[in-house]
């Protein structure tokens, strides 16, 4: 017995002082020793850092043709900007309405944003934040279309009325000048022309406006005389409307698949009305109406034909047919098929000036969820390879990981082996979208984020200095036989879609090693190798873990398999009536329950494996009497003791991947010790299972993963299940045997409560998506009221915050059966006697248990490849409230104790090679001496954290996280030299405790957790970065250090670098001479209040914008660049006006001369006759 140290209880409270619910208990470890925590509140600050991904449901489009920046605006008020690799930005709309429409103010570093509610905004661009200048909010007519001629600062605004408003960019003030429908349109035409659908100048005249209505009808307005020059008509309806660059002709897209060309001063009859996708009659009749083309764009070229490029426009006939891009090019006609329908296409070309020859060189087209960007200029229009990290949703994330400040030497292993995988037949020229500059950031950590997906694929990207980018790509699916059809499907599979799907993921950055678990209970082991090899067997183990074990069974045999091979016996079908040829494949026939089969068959053909990471075990959990295996709630792996550690519902396992045995097989209740002080409920063992003929099978499948991302109702992976798991438990406290001995259970009451109690299992049964999943919807469909609850000890057992992490549970499971939640592999003392540290693994359940198993290791050599590894189980160390998130370990001087590792070789290399990659495992740390406590055990659970003094176990801190929520994620992290606890509660809040004394130090309201999704992918990582999924397309990542926060704005990409603009084209001597080239107008003169008066107050609202001063101060720098440069001009003006006065001087000096002169040549002249001269 510890004696009390009075002292050391002071000192704890102390160190608490500055947070009341965090108390000091005795039992630290020398009186001598002071951990000096340097962590303090002023070293956190919490911000949003960067978005990747795809733009989520995209809307509109628009890019700057000198700037060469793309922007995406979504239908979510998002918008995302674009230059070259690594240069990306997003902003947010606060009202949040979808995007209509983008324009660019070119290579004036600006954009008008139209949205939904009908506002528009102007955003500014030249700052490394974009924010809003201006913003107009219209109230009496709604939006439809906006242009913005080149080098205007006069936005023209269509509306669903048909009438057309003028906005002066620089101001943001609605002009007196309005086009209105009545007085567009022919005062004969009796209906109401529908919407403004285009709205475009002439290239060559400034003075006439193009105006498409939906109806069919288009009008060619004189903005000087204020009338209407030509009106041209068409049965059909506009879609879109393209001119060519001369202004002569233009060309109309319409809702039948044709297109019409009309000449300008032709406007009875279109020139040429072609179906580019219709069948073209042999009698000469109409071709058969096709679907409406959305877009054409008109390009023309000095050295060849014109492009006219098109979506849309195929016929009614082509069912299935996916979206598709059509070039027009001469007499050629190519087709492009999308992988998903078209939103939007821009045809960018070598010249911002529509007045001259375009020369389109590419095609950027936004799909639904893809950019794809067409080279024009090659044979077969490939496309681009896309430097942007746009293929995170390209199949749904399950889950994720980030690893911060990893080893130098990964993230060139991984790019060496993951540059072999690119695609082949992309275009040779650089991409297209090449705007902006990198930051100047001083962080040049490694970070790793991993995304596993439900396909079975992993993804590995280098996260590192704010950009992602793609380094390798793992598909584990190809470990399994993949059903052909249907009918070829397993009976065996517990989910219909997406079997391979990742659940859980460890992955240790310095030996390489990676253990992923998947949706159908299996486990995977890869080792890193840079050799290509051909593995001709791969090797399975299967396991077989159930609740509960008989009394003849020990927990170390209960479910012992040797290694297993596939042969073609284990791919037996269901119907065979022959015997297995394998011991450890079970029966699945009809006359008795599925038992002893896994869910997924492993491959019996040679696998052959690219350099990269590479199959080393799998293992897999087998069907037991009926019972499909519970879903892998937790997972660890550890290189230097060789072993693989996963739990679920049932218990936990064990297995040594080097030997290819399985070591431990145990129920959570068995793992405790006898004399463990926390009591557990008596629970009912199960009856023994009687298949019914009568009865059907209900069956409860997975839904497709993908629908949990698109639809508002989010399905859930379900198992199989059997109308006798009624009797496996109830929802109620009395139909619980009395004795845990007892051979069965109470009877249900009557047939209703039957039939309620098999409902409430078949919801709990469909509960199988990942740990995480099940675990927040069983919070979220129990909503927070603890606030009425009765308050315990918080050592106690709290029966109000105990859940399951399981995905199939029943009532009397929620209650009593504790799932594994969480591993921490660790070198420490497994009993409170023991003096000297040793391999130890730390298990904690979602009932707050946290249990201590000792590891007895072999020596190494061919000795750990012989001798078994031993494993003794030490009961329950403590108890906390709510499920254990995470684990850790500190040493005397509140240092973090890592898992020991092995770091990598390559175990496909030469044995030479292997032995000079080889070291020494990282020195044990030191033993406790003259009963000293050396380590502290840093716990940490849904509710609650607490630090333990190892060996004698005795708490000494404890900190009550939340009362009314509870935590979803927590790690423990380093930042700024030092340790912290860090979690992100339901609530939205994210916190920070420091270590070991648990003082808060951050606690913001962040992101009330509004998607299962963000609960499913948030996680921290070291030097204060952590990241979640906001959208099922993007990663949001943020900071909670002030250093990174203070540095963000140097470590941010530019997206406005100073370009000078084209020249305009020539005009040409004679065009200049005969007054053919481009007519410019006076805009200013036509639309300002002088001529056009002033607007109605009432038509629109005028907003100034947040970064109107804010935006300034940002780019203070640049902004006294700006004023230095104007200064300059002015002087430079002032110098060009001084010599423009004397050249007017001395030209009316020589004027008044050349008068003088002629008026003596007239005097002298003048009375002499002609024939005098």
């Known amino acids: 017995m510890k004696k009390f140290n009075i002292r050391k209880v002071l000192d704890g409270l102390t160190a608490a002082s500055s947070s009341s619910s965090a108390t000091a208990q005795p039992g630290t470890p020398r009186e001598t020793d002071v951990i000096q925590e340097t962590l303090q509140s002023e070293h956190f600050q919490l911000c949003k850092t960067v978005r990747h991904g795809f733009p989520h449901h995209p809307s509109s489009m628009a890019f700057d043709p000198v700037q060469k920046i793309l922007a995406v605006g979504t239908q979510t008020g998002a918008l995302r900007l674009f230059g070259r690799a690594g240069v990306e930005c997003y902003c947010q709309h606060e009202s949040g309405a979808a995007v209509i429409q983008l324009q660019f103010l070119i290579n004036e570093g600006a954009l008008v944003s139209a949205l939904a509610d009908d506002s528009i905004h102007l955003w500014n661009l030249r700052q490394k934040i974009p924010a809003i200048l201006h913003s107009l909010k219209f109230s009496r007519e709604r939006i439809t279309y906006c242009h913005l001629p080149f080098q205007s600062k006069w936005l023209y605004v269509g509306t669903e009325r048909g009438n057309i408003h003028i906005v002066n960019v620089e101001s943001f003030t609605l002009s007196g000048y309005v ?19 285009h709205i475009s100048d002439n290239p060559m005249d400034e003075g006439k406006l193009l105006i498409g209505f939906e109806c069919g009808v288009v009008v060619l307005w004189d903005l000087k005389c204020k009338k209407a020059d030509y009106r041209y008509s068409y049965d059909e309806a506009i879609h879109s409307v393209a001119w060519h660059h001369e202004g002569k002709q233009f060309v109309c897209s319409h809702s039948d698949g044709t297109l019409t060309t009309w000449n300008v001063r032709v406007p009875a009859k279109a020139t040429q009305i072609i179906t580019p996708h219709g069948k073209q009659p042999k009698d000469g009749k109409k071709p058969e109406p096709c679907k409406p083309i959305l877009k054409v764009e008109y390009k023309t070229t000095r050295a060849g034909d014109p492009f006219m490029v098109l979506s849309g426009g195929l016929s009614y006939d082509t069912v299935g047919r996916r979206a598709c891009l059509t070039v027009m090019h001469g007499k050629s006609t190519t087709v492009l098929e999308m992988d998903y329908p078209i939103v939007d296409f821009l045809t960018l070309c070598e010249t911002p000036y529509p007045n001259d020859f375009q020369e389109p060189y590419a095609v950027v087209v936004l799909l639904e969820k893809d950019l794809v960007v067409i080279d024009l200029g090659q044979i077969g229009y490939p496309i681009f390879e896309n430097p942007y990290p746009l293929t995170i949703h390209e199949s749904p994330v399950t889950c994720c990981e980030y690893f911060a400040d990893c080893p130098d030497e990964i993230i060139p292993a991984l790019y060496s082996v993951g540059s072999r995988q690119k695609r082949q037949g992309y275009s040779k020229k650089e991409w297209p979208i090449s705007g902006g500059n990198w930051g100047q950031g001083t962080q040049s950590y490694p970070e790793i984020i991993i995304t596993g997906h439900a396909d079975g694929t992993i993804k590995f990207w280098d996260a590192s200095a704010l950009m992602l980018q793609v380094l390798y790509k793992l598909k584990t699916a190809k470990v399994f036989e993949r059903a052909r059809g249907k009918e070829d499907k397993s009976s065996t599979e517990i989910v219909e879609e997406d079997p391979f799907a990742i659940q859980t993921m460890s992955w240790c950055p310095e030996s390489r090693m990676l253990c992923v678990a998947g949706v159908s209970a299996h486990v995977i082991i890869y080792r890193f190798s840079k050799q290509e090899v051909t593995t001709e067997v791969v090797q399975l183990l299967e396991v077989r873990m159930q609740c509960e074990f008989s009394n003849g069974d020990s927990p170390d045999t209960g479910g012992e398999k040797t290694p297993t091979l596939p042969t073609p016996g284990a791919s037996s079908s269901p119907q065979e009536s022959e015997p297995p040829t394998q011991p450890s494949t079970g029966s699945n026939s009809t006359d008795g329950p599925r038992d002893n ?28 009497s009926g019972e499909p295996p519970q879903p892998i709630t937790s997972l660890a792996i550890n290189s230097s003791y060789g ?77 199989h299940l059997t109308p006798c798991d009624t009797n496996d438990g109830s929802n109620t406290s009395e139909d619980r045997c009395k004795s845990p001995t007892s051979g069965s259970t109470s009877p249900c009451n009557s047939d209703d409560e039957r039939k309620q109690k098999f409902i409430e299992k078949v919801k709990f049964k469909s509960r199988r998506f990942s740990k995480t999943v099940a675990n927040d919807f069983a919070k979220m469909s129990r909503r927070i009221s603890s606030s009425s609850e009765q308050k315990t000890d918080v050592d106690a057992k709290d029966n109000s915050f105990t859940r399951s992490r399981s995905s199939s549970v029943t009532s009397i499971d929620r209650e009593s059966r504790e799932a594994i939640s969480s591993f921490h592999f660790c070198e420490s003392f497994p009993r409170k006697v023991d003096s000297l540290v040793s391999p130890c693994l730390l298990v904690g359940t979602t009932q707050g248990s946290v249990m201590m198993v000792a590891l007895s290791l072999p020596p190494g050599g061919d000795q750990r490849l012989q001798q078994p590894v031993g494993i003794s189980s030490c009961g329950t160390m403590v108890r906390l409230k709510g499920g254990i998130l995470t684990m850790a370990l500190l040493d005397a001087t509140g240092t973090l104790l890592p898992p020991s590792y092995e770091p990598w070789y390559d175990s496909n290399a030469s044995e030479e090679e292997k032995e000079k990659s080889r070291k020494r495992r990282p020195a044990s740390p030191p033993s406790s001496q003259d009963g000293q406590d050396s ?21 000494i801190y404890k900190h009550s996280i939340t009362e009314s929520s509870f935590v979803l994620r927590a790690d423990v992290v380093q930042m700024s030299g030092a340790n912290c606890i860090t979690c992100f509660c339901a609530n939205g809040h994210i916190m920070a405790l420091s270590l070991p004394s648990l003082r808060p130090l951050l606690d913001v ?30 990663i949001q990542r943020i900071t909670y250090s002030q250093e990174t926060c203070d540095n963000l704005q140097e470590m941010l990409s530019e997206l406005f670098t100073p370009v000078e603009t084209p020249e305009a084209p020539n005009r040409g001597f004679f065009k200049g001479l005969f007054g053919g080239g481009a007519q410019s107008l006076d805009r200013e003169d036509l639309f300002g209040e002088t001529a056009a008066g002033k607007a109605s107050r009432s038509l629109a609202q005028h907003i100034p914008g947040p970064g109107s001063m804010e935006g300034m101060k940002g780019a203070a720098s640049g902004v006294v660049g700006d004023l230095a440069r104007a200064r300059i001009a002015l002087d430079e003006r002032g110098q060009k006006l001084g010599e423009l006065e004397e050249r007017t001087a001395a030209m009316m000096a020589s004027a008044d001369s050349f008068s003088k002169h002629a008026h003596d040549m007239m005097l002298k002249y003048k009375d002499k006759k002609w024939y005098q001269l």
């Open 935 to 955: 380590q502290f055990a840093v716990l940490c659970s849904e509710k609650q954290a607490k630090v333990v003094a190892m060996p004698s176990q005795t708490r």
């Open 643 to 719: 072993l693989v550690v996963f739990g679920n519902t049932n218990g936990l396992a064990v297995v040594d991947y080097l030997q290819k045995t399985l070591l431990l097989n145990m129920g959570t209740t068995e793992l405790c010790s006898p004399s463990d002080p926390y009591p557990r409920q008596p629970r009912s063992p199960r009856k023994p299972r009687q298949p019914s003929g009568d009865i059907p099978t209900v069956t409860s499948c997975m839904s497709r993963l993908s629908k949990l991302y698109t639809e508002s109702v989010k399905k859930l992976r379900s198992s």
């Open 1005 to 1034: 309201n962040y992101l009330p957790l509004t998607d299962m999704r963000i609960a499913r992918t948030f996680c921290f990582s070291n030097v204060g970065q952590a990241l979640y999924l906001t959208s099922p397309t993007e």
């Open 179 to 197: 086009i209105m429908w009545n007085k567009a349109i022919e005062l004969s035409t009796k209906t109401h022309p529908g919407p403004v659908v």
């Open 597 to 624: 089969i896994p869910c997924l068959q492993v491959r019996s053909s040679p696998l052959k494996q690219s350099p990269g990471y590479q199959v080393e075990l799998v293992i897999q959990l087998v069907w037991v």
